[in-house]
């Protein structure tokens, strides 16, 4: 009939409407989840990264940390051995110098008792190595030797106490070879060591030069 609108063809353009709104309402709701997706897949690959990276720097960091305890070990251990090694040294060093006085002071400073009677030996030993035929230079060496070795003191011992009489015996006790009373009497010291000097060296002269360049003969 004329002028009758039909009321069908709004509808369904209604129905189309709500459903291209409901269409780009999901599309928006599907758009917005994979952004979230995203952002949240992107926040956890950083706190991974940062994880990691936080990781490695605390691996250097102990890693440089040992390297420095080592360097300071080695440090130690090496000042521990200079330090040991100088301290064998004085040591070393305080041994040779105490052995070196011991030696200076045997030879230089003997522990004689001389007699009074040093005179009245001297002129003992000269007859009795005059009978030997030692008189002139060799009379000189053996009085020379004897004077240091003792001063003719049939008492004179050494430093340790171990060598004594006139010709400085060692043991003392070897002059007892020469007689019972090695201990007091003169003539019986200087036949012991007038008999030594001829064994081992030949002559006073001979004896005399070695205790010149060795301080004992």
Same mark, same amino acid.
């Given at each position: 009939?004329?002028?009758? !609108?039909? &009321?069908?063809?709004?509808a369904a353009s209604s129905v189309v409407a !709500?459903?291209? /709104?409901?269409?780009?309402?999901? !599309?928006?709701?599907? &758009? /917005?989840?994979?952004?979230? /997706?995203?952002l949240? #897949?992107?926040?956890?690959?950083?706190?991974?990264?940062?994880?990691? #990276?936080?990781?490695?720097?605390?691996?250097?960091a102990t890693k440089k940390a040992?390297?420095?305890?080592?360097?300071?070990?080695?440090?130690?251990?090496?000042?521990?051995?200079?330090?040991a090694a100088k301290k064998a040294r004085i040591a070393a060093a305080k041994r040779a110098a105490a052995r070196k006085a011991a030696a200076k002071k045997a030879s230089r400073s003997r522990i004689r008792s001389i007699a009074p009677s040093t005179g009245s030996n001297r002129r003992i030993g000269r007859e009795m190595a005059a009978k030997r035929g030692w008189t002139g230079d060799e009379w000189t060496c053996l009085n020379n030797?004897?004077?240091?070795?003792?001063?003719?003191?049939? &008492?004179?011992?050494?430093? +340790?106490? +171990?060598?004594?009489?006139?010709?400085?015996?060692?043991?003392? +006790?070897?002059?007892? /070879?020469?007689?019972d009373d090695w201990r007091t009497n003169a003539a019986t010291q200087i036949k012991w060591g007038l008999g030594y000097i001829s064994g081992r060296y030949g002559h006073p002269c001979g004896a005399w030069r070695h205790f010149q360049n060795h301080n004992w003969y």
């Amino acid at each position: 009939m004329a002028g009758t !609108v039909s &009321r069908e063809p709004a509808a369904a353009s209604s129905v189309v409407a !709500v459903s291209q /709104s409901r269409a780009n309402a999901d !599309v928006r709701v599907n &758009r /917005s989840t994979d952004r979230l /997706s995203q952002l949240a #897949r992107a926040k956890k690959l950083a706190a991974q990264q940062a994880a990691a #990276r936080k990781a490695a720097l605390k691996r250097a960091a102990t890693k440089k940390a040992n390297a420095k305890q080592a360097r300071i070990a080695a440090a130690k251990r090496a000042a521990a051995k200079k330090a040991a090694a100088k301290k064998a040294r004085i040591a070393a060093a305080k041994r040779a110098a105490a052995r070196k006085a011991a030696a200076k002071k045997a030879s230089r400073s003997r522990i004689r008792s001389i007699a009074p009677s040093t005179g009245s030996n001297r002129r003992i030993g000269r007859e009795m190595a005059a009978k030997r035929g030692w008189t002139g230079d060799e009379w000189t060496c053996l009085n020379n030797l004897w004077t240091k070795e003792s001063g003719w003191s049939t &008492r004179a011992t050494n430093g +340790s106490g +171990s060598a004594g009489g006139i010709p400085q015996a060692l043991p003392a +006790s070897k002059m007892a /070879s020469a007689g019972d009373d090695w201990r007091t009497n003169a003539a019986t010291q200087i036949k012991w060591g007038l008999g030594y000097i001829s064994g081992r060296y030949g002559h006073p002269c001979g004896a005399w030069r070695h205790f010149q360049n060795h301080n004992w003969y």
